[in-house]
């Protein structure tokens, strides 16, 4: 704790006249922790391996082998074709309680009495998990509320990116969640073989230190949502579109350019993009965690703004945006980009790479018309490509601490259910829904999802996110699952390290809302609202509000990580 | 009809000597007595208390390091640390002086308009076109900021409807709704669409209790319809005026939240930064906590509360009632 300031105890004295709390001062109050620094919200680094409560690796058999066989978690391996189902759980357990979970939903809620929920509850052993959705566009923020509320039913489904709203997600989670670590800790494979199967790196993103200073206090705090790798994110574009002008899949920064300015037309309604900024730093190079990288060279932890490529980078957006390449109202970030493209007004989109398998499939269902296709790695100035790829945990499923221990393990029975791979019955089931209701059997031998099943089971998350299963693949259309492959294995070479792999980092808040703020003024950059010139001023801010602060942390974090 | 009589005997009938007794009634005898007002009172003093009092003491977690996971007495006092991060953050002074430019338009730019309206209202005779002017008017406000902006994006955005007149006719894209430098404009079109009718009715309430033989006789001595206007109705419902400016004097630094944060993407953080919106941002959205939001909340409050008990003294001065008096 840091020395009390000399003016401190007047101010306290005068609070507490101001406050007429004299009498809790008298108690003991605030005045015998006297401390004139702000010590919370000060950030975490937390570490995912080297644990030995972790639950016990053991091997779950695969009933079917891929078709495509890749080198997991950044090149997962596929199924080009649809096989028999097996049972993977065959000793069902029996469950009576009923559990509410918070979960996200992009789009509208599902029908909470669809069949589909009692057909699950049913496979699963009769326990009911009822699903709490939360409007996934605001739900990283709400979910701060409802957590520290204890209003979030019995669980919550929190994506590693929504953490940020947490001013110290670590004080969080060891303080409203269920330590499953006295129960999950071993051999587990005889109640849950399944949990016991999925990566033990899963498992190490589920840990948190009650105290971040003593690793002795480290628990597991969470079920592991998933343990991805490789690409998740890239920039689709229109084939057909591409095509019909006679235009080439661009494979540079500068291509890309030259195909914007020859497709879009401002005064015909038709635009290049409606807006990239998120992904496209890695296109100039700009990777790492929260902007920060380590410099070999200067031996220093260096920002991506302090780079001369982001000023590259901020100079190609501003490009976009003064020669009209990008929809006008971009800039309110309301647009519907996905419904754009699919009407031929944009080029390309910024997106989860699923929404490459949804187009597609929705042409192949006759519902839309074209191709989309995500572009290549692309660097400017001849530069090598580079692709960021980090394996880890991208969320993770919270229990509520008032459960008690029956009730968790209850639940750990439904994560065990979830957690079986494609080419199970449970899978399928969890995945695809009731067959005949939410999915038939295409002439291919895949499931083609019903106009019910595409609104009830293909969100995104619901229970297919309660669990990491014991692998992840490549499934659903063939070609889709052939195509996604070979560009997986085609991007392994531009693979770009994360120097932070294996650790999870939460900066300071203060760091944090410095962070936003200067993503605010990349955005006015971007957009016209301020020159590039004020760049230097930007950094320079950033830097000495947080940023400075977050240089320092982020640098013994990676000490502390590959040494001195 | 009964008729309240003292109980008391005539002063003539007690002797001159004898000191005059006032009996003190007991707090027994006072609520047996007042109460059924009690009771009325008691909703407001419950709800006061649990929704106003009883936040405000919690005010207190501006000056700590404050944690909801710890028990209260833990939290460490930091003085005045998080109101020193707040006045060194380079975006709290430009969050404040939007705030304060936002709530100066307001005030003099709504604050005559609704006036205005009120007495374009009181003049129209016709019962039909005055509830049609009425509803067009006040409806607007019953609309969600989410709604007024959609509206005017769609009308005046980039690719809204005006703007593909003026580009189908040849010209250039207007460019308003995403434009930081007409956002101010923009801003007081939203006011005085959404809210100008709603503040008339105010008003027309303060109008309608001006006594009408007053006009007449003003009439019949040749008073023209403006200096009816200036002797007659202006002074009528000038303490309404006085003490709705009071008010919102001190909600000067409340200037809102959904309007600016609606349209915080489209324009920009650093025109449309306004202190509730500095909070949103800061302590929830980039996750400074709970005790730096309160810190910027008590601040505003102060503030407020400063500027209502100027603004009352002024009112005194002035001869106005003002929002209450010490006597």
């Not at chain 1, 078709?67 to 009576?96: C, K, M, N, R």
């Not at chain 1, 500068?254 to 005064?267: H, I, K, N, P, T």
């Not at chain 1, 260096?302 to 003064?322: A, C, Q, S, V």
């Amino acid at each position: 704790m840091a020395t009390p300031s000399d003016r401190t105890p007047f101010k306290r004295r005068s609070l507490f006249k101001a406050a007429g709390l004299g009498a809790a001062g008298a108690a003991g109050l605030p005045v015998l922790a006297a401390c004139s620094d702000i010590e919370s919200s000060g950030g975490s680094t937390q570490a995912t391996t080297g644990y030995d409560f972790l639950p016990t690796h053991e091997e779950w058999p695969l009933p079917v082998e891929p078709d495509l066989v890749g080198e997991p978690p950044h090149h997962p391996s596929g199924f080009t074709s649809y096989p028999e189902p097996v049972q993977a759980i065959t000793d069902l357990p029996s469950g009576s309680g009923t559990y509410e979970l918070t979960v996200p939903c992009w789009g509208p809620a599902p029908a909470k009495d669809d069949p589909y929920f009692t057909a699950v509850y049913e496979a699963w052993g009769g326990t009911k998990l009822e699903l709490r959705q939360g409007d996934g566009m605001t739900y990283g923020d709400t979910a701060v509320q409802w957590v520290k509320a204890d209003e979030y039913g019995d669980g919550i489904q929190l994506f590693n990116y929504m953490t940020g709203s947490f001013s110290n997600f670590q004080e969080t989670v060891v303080n409203s969640f269920y330590d499953l670590t006295d129960i999950v800790q071993g051999d587990i494979s005889e109640r849950w073989p399944l949990l016991a199967a999925i990566p033990s790196e899963a498992w190490g993103y589920a840990v948190w230190q009650k105290d971040p200073d003593d690793p002795e206090t480290a628990g597991i705090y969470a079920i592991p949502m998933n343990y991805n790798g490789g690409q998740g994110n890239g920039i689709l574009a229109r084939v057909d579109l591409l095509e019909a002008e006679g235009l080439a899949m661009p494979t540079t920064v500068e291509e890309f350019l030259e195909v914007a300015r020859a497709w879009s037309d401002d005064a015909a309604g038709r635009w290049a993009t409606v807006g990239l900024d998120w992904f496209i730093g890695q296109w100039f190079g700009l990777g790492g965690t929260d902007g920060w990288n380590w410099d070999p060279d200067q031996k220093k932890m260096i920002n991506n703004i302090e780079r001369p490529e982001f000023t590259e980078l901020m100079e190609f957006r501003r490009t976009l945006w003064d020669e009209k390449l990008i929809h006008p109202d971009a800039p309110t970030g309301t647009l519907d980009a996905a419904a754009m493209q699919e009407a031929g007004q944009v080029m390309f989109t910024q997106d989860n790479l699923v929404r490459w398998n949804d187009y597609n499939l929705k042409v192949k269902r006759g519902e839309i018309e074209g191709r989309v296709a995500p572009l290549p790695p692309l660097a400017a100035k001849g530069r090598t490509p580079t692709v960021a790829m980090a394996a880890g945990s991208g969320g993770w499923t919270f229990l509520n601490k008032n459960l008690s221990r029956e009730q968790v393990e209850e639940i750990l029975d439904i994560a065990n259910w979830c957690a079986s791979p494609f080419g199970t019955k449970e899978y399928e089931l969890l995945n695809y829904g009731v067959e005949g209701e939410h999915f038939t059997i295409g002439a291919d031998g895949t499931p083609v999802f019903t106009t019910l099943g595409s609104e009830v089971v293909q969100g995104p998350v619901h229970y297919k996110a309660l669990a990491c299963q014991v692998q992840t693949f490549l499934t659903g259309d063939p070609d889709m699952v052939a195509e996604r492959f070979a560009y997986d294995a085609a991007i392994q070479d531009y693979r770009m390290e994360n120097p932070f792999e294996g650790v999870r980092i939460e900066p300071p808040a203060e760091a944090k809302a410095a962070g936003s703020t200067l993503w605010d003024q990349q955005q006015d950059i971007a957009y016209g609202r301020a020159e590039l010139s004020s760049i230097p001023d930007m950094v320079e801010t950033y830097l000495n509000n947080g940023g400075e602060a977050a240089r320092q942390y982020y640098t013994d974090a990676y000490k502390a990580l590959h040494g001195e | 009809m009964a008729t309240l009589q003292s109980t008391a005997p005539p002063d003539t009938d007690r002797p001159a000597d004898r000191p005059i007794v006032r009996r003190k009634r007991t707090v027994l005898q006072r609520l047996r007595h007042d109460w059924p007002l009690l009771l009325l009172a008691l909703p407001v003093v419950a709800h006061l208390s649990v929704f106003h009092y009883w936040p405000t003491a919690w005010n207190i977690i501006a000056f700590m390091d404050y944690s909801p996971y710890r028990p209260f007495w833990e939290n460490p006092f930091v003085g005045f640390a998080w109101f020193e991060r707040l006045f060194a953050d380079p975006y709290f002074a430009p969050a404040l002086a939007n705030t304060l430019k936002f709530a100066a338009l307001n005030l003099l730019c709504m604050f005559p308009l609704s006036v205005a309206l009120a007495l374009a209202m009181n003049s129209i005779i016709s019962v039909k076109v005055r509830s049609t002017f009425q509803s067009i008017v006040y409806l607007p406000h019953f609309f969600s900021w989410v709604l007024v902006v959609t509206v005017f994006v769609q009308v005046l955005g980039a690719d809204g409807l005006v703007s593909n007149w003026i580009m189908a006719g040849g010209g250039e894209r207007l460019d308003f709704t995403s434009n930081p430098e007409t956002f101010t404009f923009l801003v007081w079109m939203q006011w005085a669409w959404k809210d100008a009718g709603w503040g008339m009715i105010i008003f027309l309430a303060a109008l309608s209790s001006i006594n009408p033989s007053l006009y007449e006789a003003a009439a019949s001595d040749g008073a023209n319809r403006w200096r009816r206007m200036w002797h007659i109705t202006l002074p009528g419902i000038r303490p309404v005026i006085i003490l709705l400016l009071i008010l919102q004097i001190g909600g000067i630094l409340s200037v809102g939240f959904e309007q600016y944060q609606l349209q915080r993407q489209a324009v920009g953080f650093q025109a449309t930064e306004v202190l509730d919106t500095y909070v949103y941002y800061q302590s929830i959205v980039g996750g400074q906590g709970e005790s730096f939001g309160t810190a910027a909340g008590l601040f505003k409050g102060v503030i407020g509360l400063i500027l209502i008990l100027v603004a009352n003294k002024i009112a005194h001065r002035l001869g106005e009632q003002g929002i209450y008096q010490k006597s």
